[in-house]
């Protein structure tokens, strides 16, 4: 019986091609970092390096903990006052990056059309921003951060994605058992680790991520039209 389904964000709910967003997400963050004696490719080299290490997280620490002790063992214990500078970055600057993204009108409809099922929704998106990153990107993809029951950030999420325990993560906060869900992504190594815990995917694929070229022919795939249609199954057949 379908309850809940977890969305991811950056190239699901949220059209981009993921080199463009991030070079634009890059570039718009060295030149608001500057004023604050950042260079740009080291402070790049960082950011990459604790994203790295989130992905890595073993738990002990929350996302954010994690990305921050990399940030100071760069640029010394004295950044971490930075922190307020970059989440002012994330709540003006970084919005620029929108340019970047797609905007599809059935991220919203999808999203409306469980709610009003009944069926709860959470945005399971990979927690390597802060939440005000996050909500940014929420509000591109035209919904709002009220739409979900949850939203992974670095703030609260202790895993990311590849990693199964990200799923066994949301699980546990949301108090729904894996054969009640459905994970909808584009990332054939990332989302349909979900698996691994139980959970379904079906994977959206305009914006399809599929570096080790799986065959895809065993999992429910398309477009937004495919994806309604798996989601009026499943919710048809639970009331039977």
């Given at each position: 019986m379908l309850t809940t389904v977890l969305f991811d964000l950056d190239g699901t709910l949220l059209p981009m091609v993921q080199a463009d967003f991030v070079r634009a997400y890059f570039g718009n963050l060295a030149k608001f970092a500057a004023p604050y004696g950042y260079e740009a490719k080291p402070l790049v080299d960082t950011l990459w390096k604790g994203t790295a290490a989130?992905?890595?997280?073993?738990?002990?620490?929350?996302?954010?903990?994690?990305?921050?002790?990399?940030?100071?063992?760069?640029?010394?214990?004295?950044?971490?006052?930075?922190?307020?500078?970059?989440?002012?970055?994330?709540?003006?600057?970084?919005?620029?990056a929108q340019n970047a993204c797609g905007f599809a009108p059935e991220a919203a409809e999808t999203v409306e059309f469980l709610k009003a099922n009944g069926i709860r929704c959470v945005l399971a998106t990979n927690p390597i921003f802060?939440?005000?990153?996050?909500?940014?990107?929420?509000?591109?993809?035209?919904?709002?951060?009220?739409?979900?029951?949850?939203?992974?950030?670095?703030?609260?999420?202790?895993?990311c994605k590849p990693n199964p325990q990200y799923f066994a993560d949301v699980l546990e906060q949301i108090g729904c058992k894996a054969d009640e869900c459905l994970m909808v992504g584009?990332?054939?190594?990332?989302?349909?680790?979900?698996?691994e815990v139980g959970i379904p995917v079906f994977l959206l694929t305009p914006c399809l991520i599929n570096p080790k070229g799986r065959d895809l022919s065993d999992i429910p795939h398309g477009g937004f039209a495919e994806l309604k249609r798996e989601l009026t199954c499943k919710m048809e057949n639970a009331k039977k």
């Open positions: 989130m992905v890595q997280n073993d738990g002990a620490k929350t996302n954010r903990e994690v990305f921050w002790d990399i940030f100071a063992a760069a640029y010394g214990e004295q950044a971490l006052a930075h922190e307020a500078v970059f989440e002012k970055f994330y709540a003006t600057d970084f919005n620029l802060p939440a005000v990153a996050t909500q940014a990107r929420i509000r591109w993809a035209g919904l709002h951060a009220e739409d979900f029951e949850l939203i992974t950030t670095y703030e609260n999420s202790r895993h584009n990332d054939a190594v990332e989302d349909m680790a979900s698996q």
